[in-house]
Structures are given as C-alpha cells and as structure tokens.
C-alpha cells in the first residue's frame, strides 16, 4: 500500500504556502552550500525562540502546579484543557481531516474541577476552600514560593460554557451526547501581576450526517508575557479561512494566512487549492498548491510524481536576507510499508534533503513543549 500521508499531511498542516508576487531580490536563488548553510542556522534560530518561550515565566508557573499534585492537574487537563495545541494546528490547517477536540473531553460538566482551591504545604495537596461554578488556584509559581510556603500564584477561570449536541453513531446505529465548549477566558497571575491569558470563542454546527461537529467560526488569543498568539477560522462548505500570529511586541516569530477552496462539503472531500502563506522567522513557505490535483495523482498506482509536481509551486525563503533557498517538490521512496510520498527541499544544484529532516529538531522542541 502506499503511504503519502506524510506528503499530504505536511502540505495540510503548513498550509504552506503564499500566493504573493516574488521581489527581485527573492527571485535569486542562493547557491547550495549557502542555503543548506542557512537552513541549518535558521531552524537553529527557530529552536531557541521555542526554548525562550518554554522559560516564560507562566510557562514554568503552570509546569510547577502540575508538578505539586499530579492527579488534581491532570484532571485539570483532561476537563479544561479540551484543545492540544498540536490538534488545534492540524485542524486549522484541515478541517476535514483533523479532529478539534480530543476524544476524551466529550465528558459530562457536572464531574469537571469548579471552585477554589488552594495549595496546602502540609498536606501536599489542593485544598478546595470554596465552592462556585467557575475555577481559581492559588498554588506556589516555583520551588522558591515553595519553599517559603507561599501561594504567589493565581490560575482563575472567569467564563465557561459549551454547547450540548446529539451525534449519530452510524455503526451503533444510535445518537449519544456531547457538550464541546463555546467560550473560555482564563488568567495566570504571579504576585498579582498578570503573565498569562486565554480567550476563546467558537460556534458550532452539526454536519450534514449528524456525525461530525462543524466549527463555524473559531477565534483564539492567548498572551504568555512577553509573547502573543492568535487564531481565527472561519468557513462554509466552499471555503474556510485561518490565520495565526505570534509575536514578541512588534517581532513577528511565527505567522500563516491560508484559504481553503474545496471540491465539495468540507467532511467529504479533499481541498481543491491551498494559498495563502507561512512563516516561522527566518523561513517563509510560499507558492500555492493545487491540493485535490496532488492528491488523485498520489492515489494513482504508483504515484504519478511528475503530475503531482505539476500541481505545486512552493519555494522556501529566508526573509531575513531576502533570498531563497530552494524549492519543494514531491518524491517517491520506497519503504518496507511501501511506497511513500514525502515533501523536500531541491537546492540550485539540484541535491535535496527531506523537509522532514531539516525540520526535524524543530519538531522535536515543539513536542517537548507540549508534553510538558
């Protein structure tokens, strides 16, 4: 069997890809050593500033909470934490494909966390010392507070709801409900100063088989002093909208803009085009991608390679220098599991690498700071 998912998910979750006119200055093409130069120190540059997040001063205060009573925190996870942040990518950038929310929040809210709780250096655990409908936690934000036996920290959940829908489960043949959550605003303070912040809208549909919960619209801003992070989606059964920033003041560290032309209704079919475009600073994917082309030539026995190229014109730029590096193209491999499809990276000389090897180190600070 062949294996493109790699091929196709890669493209789908970069969304890769803008449909700009080139400056003169990117229409030069460094030479390979150069630019394989480059690629490295850029996606060097790229795992600092995930590292430099991860030292943020919430992010640490919020690592140190779960390390205090791991039971209370992971069901502080499961319950309130209902979007992995890796999912909310991947759906963004693919709505049909992805899920929004994870299997294990479709849970009753009456069983959810609520009231306040504070941290109790003799016993070890959270205390609840007030019932309510909402959420606060006063907790030690690191080993100094704890030591000292001080709460100086502040986890409050000032507005939760969510929507309640009956899906259809066409191989029971039976409809089971589910709550998914419309709005959520959170806070973390230390010392009383603010260091992180939540906002989060969405609306919702049932899909046209009743099996599947359609967002409508999505929007998400989320402050980690000093960093700023928003997306936004909005879409119907022709075409959807997403966009991301994030930035540190008026730096952009990492943005995309992507719409989404499909074929047909968006849970039943594969997107026709994707354009749009993507940026972690330096590096910025641009082009466009005639995404339902790609696909059928990928479906073919073998692939037809040469068409799915065809279909996709995506160069990678440095913006820093204003140069490009190279550009992508698809390529066959052969593995134990088949035939596989994978994206890479063509230089001036004509020698490639995989973009999943030169992206690779990145990945790997991004699922060091999700799992934490």
Known sequence: MKTKMKFLLLFSLAAIIGFYSCSKDEDTVLPADEAKAEVTNAVNDMKGTVQDVMN????????????????????????????????????MSNPSKNKLFKPSYYAKHDIFPTGTYEYNFTTNVFDQTDQHDLLVIYFPSDQAAFDANTNDAELAITTFSYQTYN?????????????????????IKVDNVSVFTVDYTASF???????????????????????????????????????????????????????????????????????????????????????????????????????????????????????TLGSVEARAFVTDWGESIEPVLVYDDGTWQKLETIFQPLVNEFDDLFSK
């Open 205 to 323: 549909q049932l899909s046209t088989n009743n099996e599947e919960i359609v967002p409508k619209s999505l929007a998400v801003t989320v402050t980690v002093n000093p960093y700023t992070f928003t997306m936004n989606y909005s879409g119907n059964n022709e075409e959807y909208t997403t966009s991301m920033s994030f930035s540190q003041g008026n730096d952009v560290i990492a943005e995309y803009n992507v719409t989404v032309k499909l074929t047909s209704d968006l849970w039943d079919e594969a997107p026709e085009k994707i354009s749009g475009h993507i940026q972690f600073t330096p590096l910025k994917l641009k082009g466009f991608i005639n995404m339902f082309a790609v696909e059928q030539a990928a479906n073919q026995t073998p692939a037809n390679v040469a068409l799915m190229n065809e279909n996709i014109s995506v160069t990678l730029i440095h913006v820093d220098i204003n140069r």
């Open 167 to 187: 899906l259809y489960d066409s191989w029971d043949q039976t409809y089971y409900e589910v709550e998914v959550p419309t709005r959520l605003v959170a806070y």
């Open 56 to 91: 943020a001063q919430a992010m640490q205060a919020g690592i140190f909470m779960m390390s205090l009573e791991p039971d209370f925190g992971k069901s502080l996870v499961s319950h309130y934490a209902f979007v992995n942040p890796k999912d909310l990518v991947m759906f």
